[in-house]
């Protein structure tokens, strides 16, 4: 038997900010992942704290980008990398209402960090916007894909990942421990985005997956640097090269790319982006939301080494370090999982 602090199940965003917090801390752990291809690394990667639609705040976003940003620095300086992209997100307004709804909400307070408190007035070759666009400041990507591959091949070298299927069936929980093939661990860390529904420990808990799919366009002549918001998202990945996106589809769990999808986003496009452009190719993912829209974060009611980290619905990016934090808190240190992400709200 070989043993460990943690066993971590699944390596998207959440499993590898727990590795991240658990090696920060000294603690020993192994990873299992059976399809890492298909986790976080699809996913867009923004991180922007507003909701555009409404220009509110998203849930603890502001607070959680406090702890995300340092984490990720750090692992950039651990690779010595560049992950982070720092930039600006263009919202084209669509009326004279939603300029003043721009005004009223870049003046309160919080907003006044992201939402830039004027409306920009400008031409740009091949994009329509007639009513101008609001600007965010401090907002970006952070390459997600190729922060989760050098973390993977360097716990790989460190023997700390296994690429294969968990299987539930094979835990043997004891007081203490829990026993899982040759490993003996203090807790088992369940990170499975998505596929929650198939761990038999933690399957009744509310999800509601939502598909999304991405297309990647190429746009020859469209010299735009920034990420725009309209209907969809255009974020630029260098050249001619955009990222377009994302659907929502809470049915179809499956990861196939589908025509529909792709209408909606060309439809949703063609509305502000006024050049040819070739679509090469498609991605798609399953956002892991919740019910209540919130995280799930917590220890099975009967078996406490059996925790879980999921539910970090669209935006992993800003949520998962802090909340791999609270989580190696409570586990650690004994202290509270704040109720609206804890699991026990869903105990009857
Ligand atoms: C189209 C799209 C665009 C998005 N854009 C953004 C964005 O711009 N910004 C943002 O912050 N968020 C975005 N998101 C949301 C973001 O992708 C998620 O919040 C994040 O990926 C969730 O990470 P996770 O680690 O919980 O799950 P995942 O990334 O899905 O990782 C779960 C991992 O668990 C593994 N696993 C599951 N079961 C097992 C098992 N039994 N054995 C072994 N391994 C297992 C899987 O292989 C997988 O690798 C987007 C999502 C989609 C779909």
Known sequence: MKRVDYIIVGFG????????????????????????????????????????????????????????????????????????????????????????????????????????????????CGIKAPYGFGVLKNVGRVDGEQMLQDYKKYLMTQEQFIQEEFSYKAIQIDTDTVQYKEFKAGHIVFSEGSYLPNNPYFNDLPMRAAKGELLLIDVPGLKVDYIIKSGVFMVPFGKDRYVVGATYNWTDKSFDATVSAKEEIVQKLNKFLDLPYEVIGSKVGVRPTIKDRRPLLGRHPDFHNLVILNGLGTRGVILAPGLAKILVDHIEEGKNIPLEMNTTRFVK
């Open 13 to 124: 965003l959440a499993g590898m900010a727990l590795a991240h917090e658990l090696e920060k801390r000294g603690k020993s752990f192994v990873i299992y992942d059976h399809n890492p291809d298909r986790s976080s690394r699809i996913i867009g990667g923004m991180y922007n704290p507003i909701i555009l639609k409404r220009f509110t705040p998203a849930w603890k976003a502001h607070e959680l980008l406090q702890i995300a940003l340092p984490f990720y620095r750090e692992i950039e300086r651990k690779f010595n990398k560049k992950y982070i992209y720092e930039g600006k997100i263009r919202r084209i307004l669509h009326s004279i209402e939603e300029q003043n709804n721009w005004m009223v909400a870049s003046d309160r307070m919080l907003m006044s960090n992201y939402m830039v408190p004027s409306i920009l007035k400008e031409t740009v």
